[in-house]
C-alpha cells in the first residue's frame, strides 16, 4: 500500500471526477480538470528536471492554481515546501537556501520579489492573481500548454517526503519533515482520530466518499499553513468539495457559506473566529447550511466560543490540538461555558497522546508537563539534528516526539492545554500561560484581541504584560480592565504593565506573532 498524497488524491479522481473539487471566488474546477492541470504542471516540472526528492517552493496565496501546483509536486514525487507570503526578502533569502529549492511557484505579484533573493532557483512559475507584473521565469498558462495531461508518472511510495516549515512565531522557521504514510495518518483521516483504528487501505476514503453524502468544507486559513493543507487534502482524498477565500473577509465568509451551501467550516482560533461570529451576529446571514465548526492551531477563548454556541445553537463546534510536529493530539466539543471561564482547551486525548513530566515519566493527573504524542512520528526537523534529537523522545521504551505545548492531564481523563513552553511566563518562580491571561482579557466586553509576553523585571526576573487592542470606539478603562481580569485569574497573573494598540499583529494563520510584540514593548511606553 503506497499511502502516498498524490496516489490518495488520484483514488478519488477516478471515484468521482465530475464532482466539483475545488472553488475559490466565483470559480471552481472539477476533480477531473484538476487532475488534469496537476498532470500538465507535473509534466513541464519534470522537463525541467524536477524528479523524486526534489523541493519546489509554494509562494502564493488561496486559490485553485495553487493547490494544483502543490498536487503536481507531489505526483512527481518530489517536496512541496510552503513558503509564507508576507516574507521580505531576507526571510525568503534564508528559506530558499535552507530548503534547497530546485523550482519555485509564486503568486505573480510577488514577482518582483523573486528577482530580488539571490537563492531563488532557475525554474520559476508565476501563477496568475489578477497583477501584471514583469515575470522572471514561466508563466502558469504556459507551462499548461506544453505539458502533458496523462497520468503516466512512476510508482510512489509512502516513504516519500512531507515537508511542513512552521511559522516562525519567536525565530527562523523550521522544516517539519514526515513520510507520507506518516502525514497521512495523524493529519490526513488515515486513523480515526478519537479511536486510533487505522483504515483498512488507501482506497477507503475514496469508497466511503462514495457512499456518504457529499460535503462543502471552506477551508479558512492559507495554504501555506499546515490546517488548510490537511484540511484540503482529506477533503479531496473523500470526494468533498473545498472552498477557499482568496483573502480573509468575515462578512464574504457568509457570503460564501450562503452562496455555497457550506456544511462545515475550518478556522484557526480567535483570530479568525471573533470576527466571524461577530460579522454573523451583525449582518443577518443565513447560516442553514452550516452543520459544523472546527478551530485548531491557536486559542479559541472561552468568552468566543460561548458566542458561537449561543448564535448558532444546531451547529457542532469542536477545538482541535496538535502541532506540525505531532499532528491531531486532541478533541473537544464546545458546550456551554460559564462567561467568565478562561481555561485553556481541555480535549478528550487521542489514544497516543500523553502528558510527560520533567522526570521523563508519563505525569499523573494534575501535574504539569510537556504534550507528547506516540504511534506514527515525523522524521524530525531538516538540516537540525539537534532539535530532531530534542522533540523525538522515548517513555517506557515508546517513542514520542514533544513539540513544546505544556498541558496538564486532568482526573476525568481529559487534557488541559495551556500553551508554549517558550512562551509561558515566570514571574518570582510562579509560571504564568499567556493563553489563561488573554482569555480573562478578551472576556471584556471592550477588548478585542489581547497578546500576553513576559518583560525583563530587576525584582521577579520577568512580569506579566499585555497588549490589548480595545474594540472600535470603545474608550477602556483601565483600572476597570484589572478589576474584571482579577475576578478570574489569581493576582500574580494579572499584567503588570498594559499597552493599549490600535490591532495585534497576528500571522497570516492567525498566531501570535511575539516577535512583533516584545519590538513594541520595548519602543513604546506602557498606558
Same mark, same amino acid.
Given at each position: 500500500?503506497?499511502?502516498?498524497?498524490?496516489?490518495?488524491?488520484?483514488?478519488?479522481? !477516478?471515484?468521482?471526477?465530475?464532482?466539483?473539487? +475545488?472553488?475559490?471566488?466565483?470559480? =471552481?474546477? *472539477?476533480?477531473?480538470?484538476?487532475?488534469?492541470?496537476?498532470?500538465?504542471?507535473?509534466?513541464?516540472?519534470?522537463?525541467?528536471?524536477?524528479?523524486?526528492?526534489?523541493?519546489?517552493?509554494?509562494?502564493?496565496?488561496?486559490?485553485?492554481?495553487? $493547490?494544483?501546483?502543490?498536487?503536481?509536486?507531489?505526483?512527481?514525487?518530489?517536496?512541496?515546501?510552503?513558503?509564507?507570503?508576507?516574507?521580505? =526578502?531576507?526571510?525568503?533569502?534564508?528559506?530558499?537556501?535552507?530548503?534547497?529549492?530546485?523550482?519555485?511557484?509564486?503568486?505573480?505579484?510577488?514577482?518582483?520579489?523573486?528577482?530580488?533573493?539571490?537563492?531563488?532557483?532557475?525554474?520559476?512559475?508565476?501563477?496568475?492573481?489578477?497583477?501584471?507584473?514583469?515575470?522572471?521565469?514561466?508563466?502558469?498558462?504556459?507551462?499548461?500548454?506544453?505539458?502533458?495531461?496523462?497520468?503516466?508518472?512512476?510508482?510512489?511510495?509512502? !516513504?516519500?517526503?512531507?515537508?511542513?516549515? #512552521?511559522?516562525?512565531?519567536?525565530?527562523?522557521?523550521?522544516?517539519?519533515?514526515?513520510?507520507?504514510?506518516?502525514?497521512?495518518?495523524?493529519?490526513?483521516?488515515?486513523?480515526?482520530?478519537?479511536?486510533?483504528?487505522?483504515?483498512?487501505?488507501?482506497?477507503?476514503?475514496?469508497?466511503?466518499?462514495?457512499?456518504?453524502?457529499?460535503?462543502?468544507?471552506?477551508?479558512?486559513?492559507?495554504?501555506?499553513?499546515?490546517?488548510?493543507?490537511?484540511?484540503?487534502?482529506?477533503?479531496?482524498?473523500?470526494?468533498? *468539495?473545498?472552498?477557499?477565500?482568496?483573502?480573509?473577509?468575515?462578512?464574504?465568509?457568509?457570503?460564501?457559506?450562503?452562496?455555497?451551501?457550506?456544511?462545515?467550516?475550518?478556522?484557526?482560533?480567535?483570530?479568525?473566529?471573533?470576527?466571524?461570529?461577530?460579522?454573523?451576529?451583525?449582518?443577518?446571514?443565513?447560516?442553514?447550511?452550516?452543520?459544523?465548526?472546527?478551530?485548531?492551531?491557536?486559542?479559541?477563548?472561552?468568552?468566543?466560543?460561548?458566542?458561537?454556541?449561543?448564535?448558532? %445553537? !444546531?451547529?457542532?463546534?469542536?477545538?482541535?490540538?496538535?502541532?506540525?510536529?505531532?499532528?491531531?493530539?486532541?478533541?473537544?466539543?464546545?458546550?456551554?461555558?460559564?462567561?467568565?471561564?478562561?481555561?485553556?482547551?481541555? +480535549?478528550?486525548?487521542?489514544?497516543? #497522546?500523553? +502528558?510527560?513530566?520533567?522526570?521523563?515519566?508519563?505525569?499523573?493527573?494534575?501535574?504539569?508537563?510537556?504534550?507528547?504524542?506516540?504511534?506514527?512520528?515525523?522524521?524530525?526537523?531538516?538540516?537540525? %539534528?539537534?532539535?530532531?534529537?530534542?522533540?523525538?523522545?522515548?517513555?517506557?521504551?515508546?517513542?514520542?516526539?514533544?513539540?513544546?505545548?505544556?498541558?496538564?492531564?486532568?482526573?476525568?481523563? #481529559?487534557?488541559?492545554?495551556?500553551?508554549?513552553?517558550?512562551?509561558?511566563?515566570? *514571574?518570582?518562580?510562579?509560571?504564568?500561560?499567556?493563553?489563561?491571561?488573554?482569555?480573562?482579557?478578551?472576556?471584556?466586553?471592550?477588548?478585542?484581541?489581547?497578546?500576553?509576553?513576559?518583560?525583563?523585571?530587576?525584582? $521577579?526576573?520577568?512580569?506579566?504584560?499585555?497588549?490589548?487592542?480595545?474594540?472600535?470606539?470603545?474608550?477602556?478603562?483601565?483600572?476597570?480592565?484589572?478589576?474584571?481580569?482579577?475576578?478570574?485569574?489569581?493576582?500574580?497573573?494579572?499584567?503588570?504593565?498594559?499597552?493599549?494598540?490600535?490591532?495585534?499583529?497576528?500571522?497570516?494563520?492567525?498566531?501570535?506573532?511575539?516577535?512583533?510584540?516584545? #519590538?513594541?514593548?520595548?519602543?513604546?511606553?506602557?498606558?
Amino acid at each position: 500500500m503506497a499511502a502516498n498524497i498524490a496516489d490518495l488524491f488520484e483514488h478519488a479522481v !477516478d471515484a468521482f471526477g465530475d464532482r466539483v473539487a +475545488v472553488a475559490c471566488g466565483e470559480r =471552481e474546477i *472539477t476533480y477531473a480538470e484538476l487532475e488534469e492541470s496537476a498532470n500538465r504542471l507535473a509534466h513541464f516540472l519534470q522537463s525541467r528536471g524536477v524528479g523524486k526528492g526534489a523541493h519546489v517552493g509554494l509562494y502564493a496565496g488561496n486559490s485553485i492554481e495553487a $493547490l494544483v501546483a502543490m498536487i503536481a509536486v507531489y505526483k512527481l514525487r518530489a517536496v512541496a515546501v510552503n513558503v509564507n507570503y508576507r516574507y521580505v =526578502e531576507n526571510e525568503l533569502q534564508y528559506l530558499f537556501e535552507d530548503a534547497s529549492l530546485s523550482a519555485l511557484i509564486h503568486d505573480r505579484g510577488f514577482s518582483a520579489r523573486v528577482k530580488a533573493v539571490r537563492a531563488t532557483p532557475q525554474t520559476t512559475i508565476a501563477l496568475p492573481d489578477g497583477t501584471v507584473a514583469d515575470i522572471p521565469g514561466v508563466s502558469y498558462e504556459d507551462a499548461l500548454a506544453v505539458g502533458k495531461p496523462d497520468r503516466d508518472f512512476e510508482p510512489r511510495s509512502g !516513504d516519500d517526503i512531507y515537508l511542513l516549515y #512552521t511559522g516562525g512565531t519567536t525565530g527562523y522557521p523550521k522544516g517539519v519533515m514526515w513520510r507520507h504514510e506518516d502525514a497521512w495518518r495523524v493529519l490526513g483521516g488515515g486513523i480515526d482520530f478519537m479511536s486510533g483504528i487505522p483504515l483498512e487501505d488507501e482506497w477507503a476514503q475514496s469508497r466511503r466518499g462514495a457512499e456518504m453524502p457529499r460535503m462543502t468544507r471552506l477551508c479558512l486559513a492559507p495554504l501555506i499553513h499546515g490546517n488548510a493543507q490537511w484540511a484540503a487534502l482529506a477533503s479531496l482524498f473523500g470526494g468533498d *468539495t473545498v472552498v477557499f477565500l482568496p483573502h480573509f473577509d468575515a462578512d464574504e465568509v457568509w457570503r460564501t457559506i450562503e452562496r455555497r451551501q457550506v456544511n462545515v467550516v475550518v478556522l484557526i482560533g480567535d483570530a479568525m473566529a471573533r470576527p466571524i461570529i461577530e460579522a454573523y451576529l451583525a449582518g443577518g446571514y443565513d447560516g442553514s447550511s452550516l452543520m459544523a465548526i472546527s478551530s485548531s492551531a491557536a486559542l479559541f477563548s472561552p468568552s468566543v466560543k460561548r458566542q458561537y454556541i449561543l448564535a448558532l %445553537p !444546531d451547529v457542532l463546534v469542536t477545538d482541535a490540538i496538535g502541532a506540525s510536529e505531532t499532528g491531531f493530539t486532541g478533541l473537544g466539543v464546545v458546550a456551554d461555558v460559564e462567561g467568565g471561564a478562561v481555561d485553556g482547551p481541555r +480535549v478528550m486525548p487521542g489514544p497516543d #497522546t500523553i +502528558v510527560i513530566d520533567d522526570h521523563g515519566n508519563k505525569a499523573p493527573p494534575g501535574v504539569i508537563g510537556r504534550l507528547a504524542r506516540g504511534g506514527h512520528l515525523p522524521l524530525g526537523y531538516r538540516n537540525d %539534528p539537534v532539535k530532531t534529537a530534542a522533540l523525538l523522545t522515548e517513555v517506557d521504551g515508546v517513542r514520542y516526539a514533544i513539540p513544546g505545548d505544556l498541558a496538564r492531564l486532568e482526573e476525568d481523563g #481529559t487534557i488541559t492545554l495551556l500553551g508554549r513552553g517558550n512562551t509561558c511566563v515566570n *514571574t518570582g518562580g510562579e509560571k504564568v500561560f499567556p493563553e489563561e491571561v488573554e482569555g480573562a482579557l478578551k472576556s471584556h466586553p471592550d477588548v478585542f484581541d489581547a497578546l500576553v509576553i513576559g518583560v525583563p523585571d530587576d525584582l $521577579l526576573g520577568q512580569k506579566v504584560a499585555a497588549l490589548v487592542q480595545p474594540r472600535p470606539s470603545a474608550v477602556l478603562d483601565l483600572s476597570e480592565l484589572d478589576a474584571h481580569v482579577r475576578q478570574r485569574i489569581a493576582g500574580y497573573k494579572v499584567p503588570r504593565s498594559v499597552w493599549l494598540v490600535d490591532r495585534i499583529a497576528r500571522t497570516i494563520s492567525g498566531k501570535a506573532d511575539y516577535r512583533w510584540a516584545h #519590538t513594541y514593548v520595548r519602543e513604546n511606553d506602557a498606558d
